[in-house]
């Protein structure tokens, strides 16, 4: 017999109810243009639209919000290169608690800026000489803190999924879903989501070309650490898939696809021209894939998650300019 998930779409949906007034329902994107150009019909979630600017607000306050008052009490921590800081930031400041979060010296002054601006005291580390999980677990328990990891945690997991959920409440039955994949937990919570609701339907996973550790992962049946990657698409820079992401992943994650820091800059540049959002490299990584033709055997109705819009005017203009 099979293992129960650790996650499922009860899990979801709990999540769902837990967010109302917190996160925003996020518009869904059409374009004849794009549509066109793909040669199928498709739907964007914008969760650029999403407080702080990116869909880690649904995972991080589901998270946060079953801590007891006693954990609520002493405060928060948690890892991350931007935006998973930001929304355990802001989850802390909506449950009135501390948040303490470890971010790479090198993460966007942006997202830097945003996280501090939300409340949360931050403590620095080099993200390619130092293991941020064990610096995040050490600083967690010397501080007596409660941590909330950025995607290998069921609860915040099931709060990402809660986007899959309202993208297919409101465009029905898809063929495929396409998904951002950095660490795994917004894949994870979305297939949870799609394949209840949909069993037939076609999950499909990006990555940026020098960040493949999950399609590594997948093809070996093993989770795979590779070097640091060094890519545009910040977010995604994650050498090895969490434990409860890769062993969801297996079994409901159908492809997972890779895309160029080019393309990715191509889709950047077509989200601002042609349908008027700006997206940040993680978060234009499944546009990318469509527009490049990474899909194989397209299907006719398809949606994709543009998981995030973090990005400052001087590093979109160099991009989409260069």
Not at 64 to 76: C, D, H, R, V, Y
Not at 130 to 146: I, K, P, S, V, Y
């Amino acid at each position: 017999m099979a293992a129960a998930s650790p996650v499922t779409f009860d899990d979801v949906r709990d999540a769902d109810a837990r967010l109302k007034g917190i996160a925003h329902r996020t518009p869904v994107l059409t374009s004849r243009t794009l549509d066109a150009l793909v040669g199928a019909e498709v739907f964007i979630k914008c969760e650029n639209f999403q407080r702080i600017g990116a869909f880690k607000i649904r995972g991080a306050y589901n998270a946060a919000a079953q801590l007891s008052p006693e954990q609520l009490a002493k405060g928060i921590a948690a890892y991350s290169s931007g935006n998973h800081a930001q929304a355990t930031a802001l989850a802390a400041r909506e449950l009135g608690t501390s948040a303490v979060i470890l971010m790479p010296e090198d993460a966007p002054r942006s997202k830097m800026a945003a996280t501090a601006g939300y409340g949360a005291e931050i403590v620095t580390y080099d993200r390619y000489t130092q293991d941020r999980t064990a610096l995040g677990e050490a600083l967690a328990e010397d501080r007596g803190l409660a941590l909330i990891p950025p995607y290998d945690h069921p609860h915040v997991i099931a709060g990402q999924g809660t986007a899959a959920l309202e993208l297919l409440e409101d465009t029905g039955e898809l063929d495929a879903l396409v998904v951002p994949v950095g660490g795994g937990g917004l894949i994870a919570g979305s297939a949870t989501t799609a394949k209840a609701l949909h069993p037939g339907i076609r999950m499909i996973g990006v990555e940026p070309e020098a960040g493949d550790d999950t399609k590594r992962s997948l093809e070996s049946g093993e989770r795979v650490t590779i070097p640091v990657p060094r890519t545009i698409a910040d977010g995604q820079a994650i050498s090895t898939p969490g434990e409860i992401t890769f062993d969801i992943n297996r079994r409901l994650v159908d492809a997972v696809t890779l895309v160029s820091d080019e393309e990715i800059v191509h889709a950047m540049r077509f989200a601002f021209e042609r349908l008027k959002i700006v997206l940040e490299p993680s978060g234009a990584t499944g546009l990318a894939a469509l527009l490049s033709g990474r899909v194989d055997d397209l299907p006719r109705r398809i949606g994709v998650i543009a998981s995030g819009g973090n990005i400052d005017t001087e590093r979109f203009t160099a991009l989409i300019s260069g």
